[in-house]
């Protein structure tokens, strides 16, 4: 959407993984489907250089994700998986954008807040209006959103204007 009376423009890019995801490599085993790159930044990083603002989301409103199971190297679990593609996202924040002009917001996975089970076996969450202010009733955080918290805590000397938005 552009915006030319503000001289803004407003762009929405989908991608499922910060990182590449692929056909398998020649001769590689049948029940491998794809791989995710977790070392290499996706493809669609080169059109968000040169950004004013960057806001990356991940699974805000409890998607209905599945869990990674078609990795090649099937001894790395999805959270060392994850890990890895959050210092391939800081390597390409830190390489590819102005640390004095570009401000870069990283949302948080959000909790969970289904009520009467979880998506997949009749969970709702469309009763939350307001946002849960009951201690007792919260879920704890999800253990990504430290792993996320982490990566910026160590990128804050070298790009001061990326920010943690723990949602």
Request: with cysteine; aromatic share 12%.
């Amino acid at each position: 959407m552009r915006f030319p009376e503000h001289n803004v423009t407003v762009e929405y890019h989908r991608t499922p993984f910060l990182v590449v995801v692929a056909r398998p490599p020649e001769n590689s085993p049948e029940d491998v489907k794809m791989i995710v790159r977790v070392d290499e930044f996706n493809w669609q990083s080169k059109r968000w250089v040169g950004s004013d603002v960057l806001v990356f989301i991940q699974d805000i409103g409890g998607t209905k994700t599945k869990p990674l199971t078609c990795k090649l190297n099937k001894t790395m679990g999805v959270m060392e998986g994850f890990k890895k593609s959050l210092k391939t996202w800081k390597s390409w924040v830190l390489e590819k954008l102005d640390h004095e002009s570009s401000y870069v917001f990283f949302g948080s996975f959000s909790p969970v807040h289904y009520r009467n089970g979880t998506w997949n076996l009749g969970g709702l969450c469309d009763a939350d209006t307001n946002p849960e202010t009951d201690m007792k009733k919260m879920e704890p955080d999800p253990i990504q959103n430290t792993y996320v918290s982490e990566v910026i805590q160590e990128m804050r000397y070298e790009h001061s204007k990326v920010k943690f938005l723990n949602l």
